[in-house]
């Protein structure tokens, strides 16, 4: 006679702690790739709307073309999760085109967006051949001439508590050298003195 066997529960195996441990690395690992893969998709995302704005993003080299007369400019793009009130390295180098005559420049460095409705200026670090003035610009000591290039920026600081940054705005920085020959009245113009004598 055939004997009937009882079906006998199984015990169920319980993690051990080793074993817990193994799946909780790996459930943080995973998150960790997701977000990095998340951060990269969104870099890239900001990287592709900055070049169809046409513009440089902060940081990159400003390279400048000058003539005797004129504003000339440079908008540097951001995404506003940067730290406010922080130099940020910015070069930024200038050249007075062939056959203009003598002129003078001042630098001006503001910030704006679609919101906020007056640019603000921002504070540089300009080499030694500039000096700042109480109207926020700053005004280079002596007379450029034709086909003169040199580097004049250094730096540019973050906006402060003035200014409201928003991670997920895109703003602007403008960097503008602006200039007037050295025959006409620049210092009634811009009403200060500025150059100085080379001895």
């Not at 730290?83 to 050249?95: A, D, M, R, S, T």
């Not at 009245?185 to 003195?193: M, R």
Request: with cysteine.
């Amino acid at each position: 006679m055939a004997k009937i066997q009882a079906f006998v529960k199984k015990k169920k195996n319980k993690l051990g702690k080793k074993e817990s441990w193994y799946i909780f690395f790996i459930v943080l690992l995973s998150l960790l790739l997701i977000t990095s893969l998340s951060l990269l998709w969104s870099n890239s995302l900001y990287k592709s709307t900055v070049a169809m704005l046409g513009q440089k993003t902060l940081g990159d080299t400003i390279k400048l073309e000058l003539e005797d007369k004129g504003s000339f400019s440079q908008a540097l793009t951001f995404q506003g999760s940067i730290l406010q009130n922080f130099p940020i390295h910015q070069e930024g180098y200038l050249k007075v085109k062939e056959d203009q005559p003598d002129c003078v420049a001042r630098v001006k460095i503001f910030i704006y967006n679609s919101i906020q409705e007056e640019p603000v200026l921002l504070t540089g670090t300009l080499t030694t051949d500039w000096t700042s003035a109480d109207d926020g610009y700053y005004y280079y000591k002596y007379v450029l001439t034709e086909n003169l290039a040199f580097k004049f920026l250094h730096s540019i600081t973050s906006p402060g508590d003035e200014f409201d940054l928003h991670s997920t705005e895109i703003y602007n920085i403008v960097v503008t050298i602006e200039t007037l020959p050295y025959s006409s009245d620049f210092e009634l113009i811009w009403g200060t003195t500025f150059l100085e004598e080379i001895t």
